[in-house]
């Protein structure tokens, strides 16, 4: 494999999950080298080659949205002792048999009527993680985070190194995985399936050996509230798999959080759908697909991230789930107006925020959300088979992971202050033949519908690439929910002038302020000369995240800082256009 020879970055820096501060420091003594990024042009590594056994992906957009894999040879194999009635007919039901296979947990017992409950969870990770005392692996239990009840979030953090710190894991060398399962409250199989890996991640465990070449760290249950109520949404409402740039909920702010801290290289978010409505009452069919995929695609994502994401998770995945009989689509919903839509290209998602944190990113979703415990086993053997291909293929990457992401954290910071970026980018609308299963004659079809595809992207709204953002000494809660998601802000310690942009409203006022979640049309930029004060902050865009921030302070999108209410006035932000003189407050 040809080695990249022209851009090498210092050693990750040592960091505590609890000192913001020193993380930022460590970022300081980078700077010099990242500043030299930022005044040349970067030239662009040799790609690591693609393995043999690992498909290429298709040329055109176009043949990658048809790929769909079917399993009609599948036998099915009878049915276990029902609780509950089917959601459709045996016919139906049929067409998705058990799998080989039989997987155990609390919740996966035959004769239980619920899932494993939280206490349940907690008391298995809990038991796993002690099998590790003194030994290797070394597992261990993290409850750092709450839920809005103030139920405890666990994460389950899998290494071969001598403690379960991030600096620890750092130490390794090793690449660190990520999978969060149960965003929404109803995501019952993916949640089953981490509980089911996490037997396997101890001594004699089949996931052991993997430790050898890769960290794993597994959330089970992200929203713990939601499973207790019996809901997708956060017990205040919220749709937590669309909170990862507002962090509007501890449960949001956790993942951030343990993200920044351990820094995944891979992330893998794994849920869900719906199999039943509205295909139902729209076409008369039931979805056909047992698992839907998407990896992260977002404006300002970096093409090398992107397209790790789809050689080394997405076709890896594919694979696997073909091989075992299952039937894989592209992750979508219903449109609210008609026919169906992949997954956001917003910022938002944790996929999609991930991937601007430089993390190769995808998410996986299974058939059954509204299903009970329908197709339970085969609904959890689809997850463990998605998780493991993931797990392998990045152990198998670890070495092109560490090029890839050595090489991009220096080349997104060396934007900073030219070029573009994409401000916000839709989706276009096509027609596509979906695979469904006919409610009448039980039969699995094609249909063709509207189909608004992520991976065919409109002409984004671009803006010139800021040096950095100033933002008033009144912007304090952005700056703590920056700092949690891994930006670095600075405190500007002296009075310093600065070129600028100021934002001004459609109506030409610079003052304006806009009520919690409503955003404004547009937006104009007025060049001028001004004077940072002491106490104000300063985002630079020569940092690895800098997308990350553009996203959150760009005002004149939906999902951005200003126009949710976390920056009050608009006035608030500024861009800065040329590399400023500033001193900061010591970090």
Not at 130 to 145: I, K, V, W, Y
Not at 203 to 220: D, E, M, Q, T
Request: charged residues 20%.
């Amino acid at each position: 494999m040809t080695k990249p020879n022209t851009l090498v970055l210092a050693p990750h820096q040592e960091r505590n999950a609890s000192h913001i501060s020193t993380r930022a420091t460590r970022w300081l003594m980078a700077g010099s080298a990242l500043a030299l990024a930022a005044c040349s042009s970067t030239p662009l590594p040799p790609w690591p080659a693609t393995s043999a056994s690992t498909p290429r992906p298709s040329s055109t957009v176009a043949a990658e949205t048809e790929h769909v894999t079917s399993s009609a040879s599948v036998s099915p194999v009878a049915p276990s002792t029902r609780l509950e009635a089917l959601p459709y007919a045996a016919e139906i039901a049929n067409l998705f048999p058990d799998p080989g296979e039989r997987y155990s947990t609390p919740g996966l017992s035959e004769e239980r009527r619920s899932f494993t409950t939280n206490s349940e969870l907690a008391q298995l990770l809990l038991e796993v993680s002690q099998q590790s005392l003194n030994g290797q692996p070394r597992l261990g239990l993290l409850n750092s985070g709450n839920a809005q009840s103030g139920a405890p979030i666990y994460a389950l953090v899998a290494t071969n190194a001598n403690s379960i710190t991030p600096m620890a894991l750092d130490e390794t060398g090793l690449p660190t995985v990520m999978i969060v399962a149960g965003q929404q409250g109803t995501d019952a199989a993916a949640t089953e399936a981490l509980l089911v890996l996490s037997k396997e991640l101890g001594a004699g465990g089949l996931l052991a050996p993997l430790l050898s070449k890769i960290n794993i760290v597994f959330v089970p249950r992200a929203n713990p509230d939601g499973f207790e109520k019996g809901i997708a949404t956060t017990a205040n409402g919220t749709d937590l798999r669309y909170d990862h740039l507002l962090l509007q909920t501890p449960e949001a702010r956790f993942l951030a959080k343990l993200a920044r801290d351990y820094r995944p290289a891979v992330l893998l978010d794994a849920g869900e759908f719906d199999a039943i409505e509205p295909s139902l009452q729209r076409l008369n069919a039931v979805r056909a697909n047992d698992v839907g995929l998407q990896y992260a695609v977002t404006p300002n994502a970096h093409e090398f991230i992107t397209k790790a994401a789809r050689e080394w998770m997405h076709e890896p995945t594919v694979k696997a789930l073909s091989q075992a009989g299952l039937r894989v689509d592209w992750a979508y919903e219903a449109d609210p107006q008609e026919g169906f839509a992949m997954g956001t290209l917003n910022p938002t998602s944790l996929r999609n925020a991930s991937s601007l944190k430089n993390m190769v990113s995808m998410g996986a979703d299974s058939r059954g959300s509204d299903l009970g415990r329908t197709h339970l086993q085969r609904r959890v053997h689809s997850h463990v088979k998605a998780m493991t291909a993931i797990l392998e293929s990045a152990a198998q990457r670890g070495t092109d992971l560490h090029k890839v992401q050595t090489f991009v954290v220096r080349d997104v910071a060396s934007k900073a202050c030219r070029s573009t970026l994409s401000v916000q980018a839709t989706p276009r609308t096509e027609q596509r033949d979906v695979t469904f299963v006919d409610a009448a004659s039980a039969q699995i079809v094609q249909k063709n519908v509207a189909w608004r595809s992520s991976l065919n992207v409109g002409n984004p709204r671009t803006r010139s690439h800021a040096c950095g953002y100033l933002l008033s000494p009144d912007a304090i809660e952005a700056t703590e929910r920056l700092s949690m998601l891994g930006v670095v802000v600075h405190r500007v310690a002296e009075l310093s002038a600065v070129q600028s942009e100021s934002y001004a409203s459609g109506m030409g006022t610079a003052s304006a302020t806009v009520p919690s979640t409503q955003s404004i049309a547009q937006v104009s930029l007025q060049r001028a000369t001004m004077e940072a004060p002491p106490g104000s902050f300063y985002v630079t865009m020569n940092q690895p995240l800098a997308y990350l921030a553009a996203a959150a302070l760009e005002p004149d999108t939906p999902y951005s800082y200003f126009s949710n209410g976390v920056i009050r006035n608009l006035s608030d932000t500024t861009r800065v256009v040329a590399t400023p003189d500033i001193v900061f407050e010591e970090e």
